[in-house]
């Protein structure tokens, strides 16, 4: 099927495209605390409860970065030649 025979129903792309859409070139940042981030970056040492952190993920939700700063995880993915973008 190609897009333009898609109904509203439908998506012209399987899960595994969808997850690999961006893959090398798109990045989001994600705020948490330091609560979430054993679930996303499982090798992190444990930290103080409740801090905010800012966790820059890949395209599929790759961990790429994880930082106090969201102006830090945005200039790391320009130093990346990564395009962010907003995940509402």
Do not use: C
């Not at 990045?27 to 605390?33: D, E, F, G, I, R």
């Amino acid at each position: 099927m190609n897009v333009t025979e898609k109904t509203n129903n439908e998506t012209p792309f399987t899960t595994e495209q969808f997850a690999h859409l961006g893959g090398g070139s798109i990045a989001y940042v994600k705020p948490m605390t330091s609560d979430d981030v054993q679930r996303v970056f499982p090798n992190v040492p444990a930290m103080q409860p409740g801090l905010q952190l800012f966790a820059l993920l890949g395209a599929d939700g790759t961990p790429i970065l994880l930082t106090d700063s969201r102006d830090a995880a945005i200039a790391n993915a320009w130093q990346n030649e990564l395009q962010t973008v907003s995940v509402h």
